[in-house]
């Protein structure tokens, strides 16, 4: 039993198209669809609508590629006055759209229908974010096949704004914040995960940790593959009915005293060269799933700073997204007998995979200001196109001379039709420039 991708991720090594696995155009739609019922409620609060217009896939796309850019630079919680300064700021941030825009889309971000939620929060504490949630799940548990070692344990998502389902847990780094429970390969592969939604959730009247264990392991219930869980879920009962019902053993710490409690193990056995039982390297080995998915989200976190948990969820999935990508992705490369690029640079890649089509379409709007075509021109790797429209227009502005001085001009330079004005232009005879 060897962990391996499944489906449409067997052989792909393209990050752009493994992101798309998991935040698939499915996802993309729906949250440019609520958003744009978003956008149309806020627009009205502005007076400038130059970045209130709807949004659209490409753009959100971009969105994305921009906060996995933040990301894997760690600068996801710097300033987005510094990220967009016209000096000091990443030079990319502009290309791809206004710092207004960014942060009007950001306040928008929406994953559900409004006029509903209420309603469907009655009986679903996740329903803001339910939809993509359950989606993101899917993909995960379909595009990879564990192997024989799984993990169950806690992730905490920072996050300190208000929420009935906050949770406080003093051992975590951030302490405050969404709890996520998780069943991870042990190489750090999401292969499902819970949030916890407070004491009240609905568990079918089984104890919470029971219930856990059951709904993550659904996908692999029946294969003889073995669960290390930390105290919280170790119990002889929930052990006994694992393997019982599900074929499935569980290897578990009880209490501080460190005694293990397994039934996969037989007896009592000693490692050579070690004054510890196997059960405890076993329980060292395959325990820090979880952690190391937690640890490789950390590292290149695309988390900014928010006061709403729905979008604390989503930084979440697009973390666990790349995490499982670059875990395909190497799979894939290994089997290809290549060495992997870092996962930094995966990472640029990847951002830079999705905001490539909506710079593409942005460099065709005419009335884009020079210094931003040029740099877009230069991130894609082309030349500036020439506008056919100016080849029709007897005057228009200075492409040289800032927006500002507004200079009207009727010269045209041969080689690029733009307009240019006496200061920016020069004059050669037919002679020379033959």
């Keep these: 039993m060897r962990s391996r991708p499944a489906g449409a991720a067997r052989g792909v090594t393209n990050a752009e198209n493994l992101f798309s696995l998991f935040v698939n155009e499915t996802i993309i739609d729906a949250i440019v669809k609520y958003t744009n019922q978003e956008i149309l409620i806020q627009k009205v ?12 896939n490409k753009e959100v796309r971009a969105l994305l590629g921009l906060l996995i850019y933040f990301g894997a630079l760690n600068h996801n919680h710097t300033s987005t006055k510094v990220l967009w300064h016209e000096s000091r700021g990443l030079r990319i941030t502009r290309t791809v ?26 009986i679903d504490a996740l329903a803001p974010i339910r939809e993509v949630w359950d989606k993101f799940i899917e993909h995960c548990k379909e595009y990879y096949i564990p192997g024989p070692y799984c993990c169950i344990d806690e992730q905490l998502l920072a996050f300190r704004g208000n929420s009935r389902f906050r949770m406080y847990i003093p051992n975590k780094p951030a302490k405050y914040g969404l709890k996520l429970v998780m069943l991870c390969n042990s190489n750090g592969y999401l292969i499902n995960a819970i949030p916890y939604t407070g ?3 609905n568990t079918g009247g089984q104890p919470q940790a029971a219930f856990f264990v059951e709904k993550l392991s659904e996908t692999i219930q ?12 170790s119990s002889v009962p929930l052990f006994n009915d694992m393997l019982s019902k599900y074929n499935l053993t569980m290897v578990g710490k009880k209490n501080k005293n460190v005694l293990l409690l397994s ?25 820090g ?3 190391l998915l937690d640890q490789m989200s950390a590292q290149y976190s695309c988390s900014r700073k928010t006061r709403r948990w729905p979008v604390c ?7 666990s997204a790349c995490v499982n990508s670059y875990i395909i992705y190497k799979e894939n490369t290994f089997l290809n007998k290549q060495t992997p690029q870092p996962r930094v640079e995966f990472l640029f890649t990847l951002a830079e995979g999705l905001m490539k089509p909506w710079l593409e379409e942005r460099l065709q709007k005419p009335t884009l200001r020079r210094g931003i075509r040029l740099a877009i021109a230069e991130q894609l790797g082309i030349d500036e196109p020439r506008h056919a429209e100016n080849d029709n227009r007897r005057a228009g502005r200075c492409c040289i001379c800032p927006r500002s001085r507004d200079v009207k001009t009727t010269i045209k330079c041969i080689e690029c ?18």
């Design 199 to 201: 004491k009240k959730m």
């Design 222 to 233: 029946g294969s003889n593959r073995n669960i290390t869980v930390d105290n919280w879920f």
């Design 417 to 434: 039709k733009m307009f240019v004005c006496k200061s920016h232009s020069l004059s050669i005879c037919a002679n020379c420039r033959e």
């Design 97 to 122: 759209m206004p710092l207004a825009r960014f942060e009007f889309l950001i306040n928008t971000l929406r994953f559900d229908d409004k006029l509903t939620r209420d309603a469907r929060k009655e």
């Design 313 to 319: 969820l989503f930084y979440g999935i697009l973390n």
């Design 45 to 56: 609060n502005y007076n400038d609508s130059t970045f209130t217009k709807e949004t659209t």
């Design 289 to 291: 799933g979880v952690d």
């Design 263 to 287: 039934n996969m193990h037989q007896g009592y056995s000693m490692q050579q060269n070690s004054k510890l039982p196997e059960i405890i390297h076993f329980y060292n080995n395959t325990k």
